[in-house]
Every structure is written in structure tokens, then in C-alpha cells.
């Protein structure tokens, strides 16, 4: 098996606990989110978006139950054939999950590569834009057009756009009031927040879920910020609402940053104004709220992912397995050509890994696990000279025989095992009768 069909295979075993963990953390943020908002203000609302990145990591985490140690085992060789091995039916044929896989890989990169083209139109916008004197801790931009900003721009270097008329659309205090809308940003770190935002989007492009989470994610972080400026600025509260009023939706997107009018409604920004923000101590209490919940929800995720790794293993130690391998290995010397042909049988344990070592140095190790009454999934490793060349997983029924076919990356050495797994070890009464 290639190695491409072997990253098809592990994308496939962890792929979907990540996906499972994640779409139930956006399920729950979709209920949280406003209640959050409602009893501890919009700033703790937005942190609610950081448990699908928990509950991707918490997922992925190692069992220590999952490890496996070799046992002895009994090797047989049955026979050493000189005749070639059967061509095996279907050997050829393209894979459906290495199809899955590189359809998946080729829309993480449109994805990627339309934000990157989004970001540089919007950047393009900016190159005759002309520095504007404003007391910031930021570059601030006065845009060539009216229809470019007020946003913050970028991740690293971040920089604030204002539009052209900027001066006479809005008055002064209208002015600070987006200053400071904009200066929060940068405070915050919103930039790089939409950075990761996309880059965490991009894998999952195929998923509904989550391109409704990124609009939320985006409108809960100008909420947020809203309730900065707020805080800060109370009594300007009809000014704030009037400089939204003014801005007009943007018409190019901005992967990396935030706009001052983004192209969702305002209805929820207006009304907020409307509301008394929290007090400390109710921020404070949503924090701990929040950091309790998420811890949680961590170990929830992280014990869930558990059963799925370790739950063959529990079983794993009252049933053997004899894997009954027909292997044709072959080394190109140059001009010449190796072949090794010979008939093995492998005695282990569910769970426990077997061992082939030829006199050329190559190792095959078989890893038999139970799926079910009747069937068994074999994991291979074939090596040469102590470096691995392919793994392999394959799913079999007991009785029936199933393949690995491949060769190293460089063409020098390649493989051809046919595996047949029975119950039990009869390979041990026959040991034992020689």
C-alpha cells in the first residue's frame, strides 16, 4: 500500500473524532452564545468560539490505554515457493478513500487560496492610501476611495483604514468613537483571531456547520468590541449608533481583520446599545463560568474519544489470532533484481504486534485488533533496513484473505503480502508435532 493510502487511512481514523468533537462545540456555542451575552455581556460571548479549537485538541489527545507490547509469538514457516505470486484481482484499482482525500485537499487549498486572493484585492486598495495623524498606537491609513474602511487591517503589521471622506461623513465625536472601535481591535488581537479563524475553516470547508459559525464568530467579535467602546464610552451611545448608520457595507471581503460595518445586520449591534452593559463582578463571574464549562467540555470530549481507541484493546488480550502471510519482497542491487517468495504464519494476540525479519533485512510487523465476531482489522508495517517504507491498515473476515501491495519511494525495494486470518494458532499444534 502507498503511502498516500496510508495517510488516507489515518486522516480517516482521526478525521472523523475531530469532526464529531468540533460540530458539537459549534452546536453548543450556536445555544450559548446569546444567553452568554445576555448575563455576562459580549465579551464573553466571543470567548464561548474558542471550544471547537478545545474540542479539536482534546480529540486528538493520546490514550495511555491505546499502547500495545509485543508478545512472543510463535513463527512458522510453512513453506519457500520459487514460483512468482498469483496477480491479485483489484490490486490496482483506485482507492475510494485516498479519492476522499485528496478531494478534501484540494478544497482546504481553494479555500485558502480565494482568502488569500480576498486579502490581497484588499490590500491592492490601500497602496495609494495616505497616512492620517491620529494619536494611535497603530499606522492609520486614509483610503484613496470612500468605500474602504474604517477596518483593521491585517494580522502582523496591523493598520487602520479610513475612508476617503472620512473627515466630512462623520463628526468628531463620531470620529473617536470609530477610532476607538477600531483601536480595540488591535488591542485585542482580532486580527490574528481571524487569521486562525480561517486557517481552522479551511480543513472543514465541506462542512454547512461551518461557514454559519465564521459569520457568528465575525458578528460576535464586533460585538465585543462594541462592548469595549461602550464601557469606555457610555454616554455617547446615539453617536455610536449614528456612525454605524453611516457606514455602508462593504463590498470586498476581509479574511484577515475586521470592519468597521461588516456585511451582516446591524439589528444586534443597534439594540445592544440600548442595554446596560454588565457589571464587573458579572463579567468576572462569566470568566469562571466559562473556564469551568470549557474545562469540562474538554474532559468530556477527551473521555468520549477513549472508547473509540481503546476499547478493542480491552478485549484485545482473550483472543488470538493466526495470520497466515504469503509474501513476495523484492530488491533491485543495481542491475540485478532480489526476490525473497515464502509462506509465514504469525501467532499473536489481538492487539499485539508480530514480527517477520528476513535475512536481507526486511521487517514486517502485523498488528491484528477484533472489529467483530468474525472480522479483524490488521495494521502492517513493512520496513527495510530499519526504515519504514509503507504502512498499511486493512479491514478482513476471518477465512478470507485481503492484500498489501507497494514499494519504497525511491523504486529500490517492493512488496506483495496476501494475509488470510484464522481464530486461534494452528500453527503452534504443528510446531510443536515437528
Known sequence: ???LESLAFAWAERGWLALLAITAAMLIVAVLRKPCRHWFGAERAFQLWTLPTLALLASQLPHAATASTPLPLVVAITSVVTAALPRIEGADRFEWHVGALLLWLVGMVVVLALAVVAQHRYRQRLRSATPFQARLGWPVLLAADVDTGPALVGAWRSRIVLPLDFSERYDATEQMLILAHESAHARRGDGWWSLFAHMLVAPLW??????????????????????????????????????MLKSPSIALALPVGCTWSPRHPLTERIAMLKMSLPSRARRNAGMVVGSLFACFFVGVVYAASAPVQGAVASANTTREYQLDLNVELGTNDGPARHTERMKVALCMASGKTGTMVTNRDWRIDATPSTEGDNRLRIDVVVAVAGKQIAKSRLNVVLGKSTHAIGKSGDGNYDYAIVVTPVAGCPARAVAAGH
Open 1 to 3: 500500500m502507498s503511502s
Open 206 to 243: 465541506f462542512h454547512p456547520l461551518v461557514w454559519w459559525a465564521l459569520a457568528a464568530f465575525r458578528h460576535d467579535q464586533e460585538m465585543a468590541c462594541d462592548a469595549v467602546v461602550l464601557r469606555e464610552h457610555g454616554t455617547q451611545r446615539r453617536s455610536y449608533a449614528s456612525a
